[in-house]
């Protein structure tokens, strides 16, 4: 690209603009190290993978690296296993740390230490107030807080109760050691913030050793420093911590504590949290829909977990084009749950291969066709892909096609099959119904059709033409299998919203999971492998569930309907 034309270089963010920037002034010894640091207290969702793009993707742009840190500091919501699917999402995703995979918990003696020399320099103190008591002696956004009847405690007796509380010798919740800075100042996280607070849990990684934990505040931008983090991204509601992340950087400089062989200091940036119509992406609230069954677990293909999303056939390229086109801003929006299921869209429709499926079948009998013979019909792979090839498929006598396909007594400009009319059999021939089997309730149970051998193909010698092409499948050589479509979860556009008197699950939609038993699948979709993606023609993709299917008996999910592009062929047809 021609450097003096800047107007042709592709526009950048706000925060690609501070990187670049950054790396020209040389600062931070030229390195761009950015980082991750999820609480590992639940499954990561789909708000998550902006950040994870974000951190990733910068990093990789500038040559840096990117690293993983679990934010650890809160010992009873974490577990082993938020931490195992955190790093398989985030491989799935495509991103790696490479050996960069720490703990706030790897800081915590360091963390202690530095806090032991703040207490020394008079800059934090230990506090007997409840935790009740701290919030009304905070204050509020117009009203400044009231000081700690503690906060004047000699240096030697705030060293002596730290250590104490180190020890174990107190219960949980009685004491905590706070920094010393300003009880007026207007932003409410620099009134006194709480660093550490006493808590007997058992630590997913440092088991016993501490009772001592600091809080996120406390940990989260030493952390960023001790690992030489250049430039720390994050959501909006930092912003306000921000000063108090600042401060404890400058008191710890100015009393000579730095973490060994860094230079420089973590500058945070904040950018807009992803916000999804029809979507909640607080954990807090996704456990709450795990742990009451509202769902199957988090893996749920309703879900907004990553898990669930790739259950449900999403790629990670669809989930990364889609961040890469809402873009990285500081301006609060929510994005239209659609444009993430277009992204999914635009990329299975170049590759995923197509097939035929009936999903509510009704019979359909090709009276003249010969009883007990069966053919072989070439069907193309995928239009978008001609390397993708084409396949056989089989025909015979009796098929299956959908009940929606057919009415005995259509409305006007109904084109699909009905008493009289010719369509299209996808790949195969022209038919024309000639009459319909009822049941004695008078419910149609099959379709009898002619059929024009010359046609084989779909396409007619004499260049007539049929209103609709429909898909079916061979009756006999049909494989039954389970499908399962999906709604959205909730059944309102921001389900976090709710009056007085109601909860998120009221918003629920219970029409979001459609069971379908036994759908009539082209004999080839026996063999699909568990989470291989097809297009079902006129139907939407899906994929074969990665947790159901056994070989042989797969089980289908839809991932996302189609925008059903025959509607435009036969227009023009
Ligand atoms: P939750 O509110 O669901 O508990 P969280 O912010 O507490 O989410 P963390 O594990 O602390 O979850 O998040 C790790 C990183 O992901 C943070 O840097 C946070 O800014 C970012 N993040 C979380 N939610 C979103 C979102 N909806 N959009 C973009 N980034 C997000
Ligand atoms: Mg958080």
Redesign the pocket.
């Known amino acids: 690209m021609d450097s003096k034309t800047p107007s042709s270089l592709p526009s950048v963010d706000f925060i690609r603009e501070i990187v670049t920037t950054d790396v020209q002034q040389g600062r931070n010894e030229g390195k761009v190290i950015t980082r ?4 590992p ?2 499954y990561l ?1 789909i ?2 993978a ?2 994870i793009c974000i951190d990733f993707g910068i990093a990789a742009e500038f040559a840096g690296r990117c690293h993983l840190r679990m ?1 650890d500091t809160n010992p009873e919501k974490e577990e082993m296993e938020y931490i195992k699917s955190i790093q398989d999402d985030i491989h799935w995703l495509g991103y790696d740390w490479g050996t960069h995979f720490y703990n706030a918990s790897d800081y915590f003696e360091q963390l202690y230490e530095w806090a032991v020399a703040l207490i020394k320099a008079g800059k934090a103190f230990v506090c007997d107030l409840t935790a009740d008591q701290i919030t009304q002696y905070r204050g509020t956004l117009t009203a400044p807080g009231k000081d700690s009847p503690f906060r004047n405690r000699s240096v030697q007796e705030n060293l002596d109760l730290f250590d104490r509380m180190r020890k174990g010798e107190f219960p949980d919740g009685i004491r905590t050691l706070r920094a010393k800075i300003d009880m007026s100042l207007p932003n409410i996280n620099m009134r006194d913030p709480v660093m550490y607070r006493i808590v007997h849990a058992t630590h997913p990684h440092t088991g016993d050793k501490w009772c001592v934990y600091p809080t996120y505040d406390w940990a989260h931008g030493q952390s960023d420093w001790i690992e030489g983090i250049t430039h720390s991204l ?2 909006l509601e ?1 912003e306000i911590h921000r000063p108090l992340y600042d401060w404890y950087i400058d008191t710890l400089i100015a009393i000579g504590c730095r973490p060994a062989g860094i230079s420089y200091r973590p500058r945070q940036n904040e950018f807009a ?3 999804l119509t029809y979507t909640l ?4 609230k996704l456990a709450q829909l795990v742990k009451e069954k509202h769902v199957n677990g988090w893996d749920d293909p309703r879900m907004s977990t990553l898990r669930a999303f790739r259950r449900r056939g999403y790629t990670p390229e669809a989930i990364r084009n889609f961040v890469k086109e809402v873009g990285v801003t500081k301006f609060e929006s929510v994005i239209d749950f659609g444009r993430l299921e277009n992204a999914l869209r635009e990329d299975l429709n170049k590759r995923a291969p197509r097939r035929m499926a009936v999903l509510r079948p009704i019979k359909v009998i090709i009276d003249n066709y010969p009883e007990g013979q069966t053919e072989e019909l070439d069907a193309v792979n995928n239009p978008e892909d001609p390397s993708a090839g084409v396949r056989k498929v089989p025909f015979s006598r009796v098929l299956y096609i959908e009940q929606d396909d057919f009415m005995e007594n259509p409305p006007p400009k109904y084109f699909r099959l009905s008493p009289g009319i010719e369509v299209r059999l996808r790949y195969a021939y022209f038919v024309k119904c000639a009459s319909v089997d009822k049941d004695a309730a008078g419910k149609v149970v099959a379709v009898h059709c002619t059929y024009d051998p010359a046609t084989r193909g779909g396409d007619a010698p004499d260049k007539r033409k049929v209103k609709a092409t429909i898909h079916w499948v061979s009756a006999q050589h049909a494989h039954p299998a389970e499908v399962r479509l999906y709604d959205r979860l909730f059944n309102t556009s921001n389900p976090g919203d709710v009056p007085e008197g109601k909860t998120f699950l009221d918003n629920l939609n219970p029409k979001s999971l459609e069971v379908i038993p036994s759908a009539q699948l082209e004999p080839s979709l026996k063999a699909a492998n568990a989470d291989e993606r097809f297009q079902f023609e006129r139907l939407g993709y899906f994929v074969c569930d990665t947790v159901e299917s056994t070989p042989g008996n797969p089980v289908f999910n839809r991932s996302v309907t189609l925008k059903d592009t025959w509607v435009k062929e036969q227009k023009k047809a």
């Open positions: 991750f640091p999820p609480e207290n639940g969702h708000g998550h902006k950040a934010d994050c959501t930092f949290r992803l916000n992406t607080s954990k807090r």
